[in-house]
């Protein structure tokens, strides 16, 4: 218990300290922003900051950072310090970032803003790779639910029922403006969300079996399955630390501010909320199921939502249960149609193509619903659903080296400009090493996975210093 509650203060004291840094050396001010110099009442409209906050929480942590937390609790407590560091210097830094450069140039796409900082080729590449990575995301999102409302509901209503229904509210929800559905009923869920971790810690706090069961840093904990942690655990323990998920949603929020200094709650502070909430439930599912391997053959059986709702049902009653069943189905929707909103208006980047005009939006949202509905039947996405793990924490790599040219062009001195290169550096050696040694990647043992991936780590922290104390662009 004493591991869980210094990682709950050194989380709140990220946000109450490091955000101010990060705040200051950004240079937030009182310059108007997007929503205020052309609002279109589509995708540019003001919002109040306690919605948008709720909103981007939701946006960007759905069920990541509770299914991810419960995998990475596999590998002990020592997800805390990921969880905690990730959150902080890495996750925080890079939500941040990808929010206020999104308002900083009119509130463009991900994509664009990384094209900007890293050339025309890396432009090209992100589009491709964003509208790719938003469109599986959505579909997969949409599949999940649909099979449980199938579970739960009569026969006649089977998984393709459920399905095209989750279809439609996507379609409405990509096209409608943002603050029709999104804004009214976001941050409903986002305080479900909260209400559901904050329930968690309670009843742990409380409860004296899972106070004892609690695990500590100091105790010796192995993975069940024998998975190495570099760079496993990273990996799997995406929302919650450090996504590059969050970046594609953050320009939604971002076309919705009013002024820039509410960035830093908005963006650096939901990115905390989402890693206070892994943290409880790392802790909840090591103190529930008492021991690691025992946990483990629980998502192995039941699958994390399976583990989610045992959890919630048997720790906070009838009340947890409704929550659990309610996160589990409402959570993925919710991010799987702000995924397929954030295609839409990166490929209207892309193209320049005018999003107030109802006919020009409607070019864009049938064909891509119509594309994630004919996925949907396409077949089994468990294989390609793994190769996002890695491409999610590639692209955080990307931005993050993005966000560090950016304040290099800008004029900041070099210790500022490695607020986001060393976070940016962590990453391409995770993202390195899990690509040479993950079963779906090219699977080459931890001897040679580890040092490749330290290598191009150093390649690319080296091309950047090196362009840095020259005094040229990056």
């Known amino acids: 218990m004493v591991s869980f ?48 906050f709720l909103v981007q929480l939701l946006n960007i ?25 990730g959150t902080i210097f890495a996750g925080a830094v890079h939500d941040y970032l990808s929010g206020m450069l999104s308002s ?24 491709v790779f964003s509208v790719v990575l938003l469109v599986l995301v959505g579909v997969n999102f949409a599949k999940a639910p649909a099979g449980l409302l199938a579970k739960i509901t009569p026969d006649a209503f089977g998984p393709g029922f459920w399905l095209a229904v989750i279809i ?6 990509t096209f409608l403006p943002v603050d029709k559905i999104i804004g009214k009923l976001y941050p409903l869920f986002g305080a479900c969300l909260i209400i559901m971790a904050a ?3 309670f009843v742990m706090f409380t409860n004296g079996d899972y106070r004892a069961a609690m695990p500590e840093l100091w105790g010796c904990y192995e993975h069940p399955g024998g998975l190495p942690m570099w760079s496993m655990m990273f990996v799997s323990v995406a929302c919650g630390a450090i996504s590059g998920f969050h970046a594609t949603q953050s320009p939604i929020i971002a076309r919705c501010i009013s002024n820039e200094k509410q960035g830093r709650t908005i963006f650096y502070g ?31 059986a039941g699958g994390p939502g399976g583990v989610v709702y045992e959890i919630c049902s048997k720790m906070m009653g009838s009340f947890g249960g409704v929550l659990a069943m309610l996160g589990v189905i409402a959570c993925p929707i919710t991010s799987g149609d702000t995924a397929f909103r954030s295609a839409r208006l990166t490929i209207a980047d892309w ?66 400009c490695f607020m986001a290169a060393i976070p940016a550096t962590f990453m391409s050696a995770v993202s390195a090493t899990y690509f ?3 079963p779906e990647c090219l699977h080459m043992s931890t001897s040679v996975a580890y040092p490749a991936g330290l290598v191009i780590a150093a390649l690319f922290l080296g091309i950047f210093a090196g362009r840095e104390l020259n005094g040229k662009k990056a």
Request: charged share 15%; proline share 4%; aromatic share 14%.
């Open 104 to 127: 900083r140039n009119d509130g463009a796409s991900i994509s664009e803003v990384v094209g900007k900082y890293l050339g025309t080729g890396m432009l090209q590449i992100m589009r």
């Open 270 to 300: 939901a990115m905390v909320a989402e890693g206070i909430i892994a943290l409880i439930w790392a802790a909840a599912g090591a103190s529930f199921y008492k021991e690691l391997p025992v946990l483990a053959g629980a998502l192995k």
């Open 199 to 201: 329930g968690l810690m």
């Open 168 to 173: 439609a509210y996507y379609f409405i929800a």
């Open 436 to 438: 040479f040694q993950a």
């Open 351 to 416: 193209f320049k193509i005018n999003q107030a005009d109802l006919m020009k939006r409607l070019y864009l949202s049938v064909p891509l619903l119509a594309i994630g509905a004919a996925l949907c039947h396409w077949g089994d996405f468990n294989m390609l659903w793994r190769y996002f793990s890695w491409s999610n924490q590639t692209l955080a790599m990307m931005v993050l080296w993005a966000g560090a040219v950016y304040l290099h062009r800008e004029g900041f001195p070099p210790t500022a």
């Open 61 to 85: 942590a759905g069920l990541g950072p509770i299914f991810g937390a419960l995998a990475g609790v596999c590998w002990g407590p020592k997800v805390y310090l990921w969880i905690v560091l």
């Open 5 to 52: 509650l210094v990682s709950l203060a050194v989380l709140l004291g990220g946000f109450f300290f490091y955000s101010r840094i990060i705040e200051k050396v950004f240079g937030a001010d009182d310059r108007k922003t997007p929503a205020v110099l052309h609002p279109d009442g589509v995708d540019f409209v003001e919002m109040p900051a306690w919605r948008l």
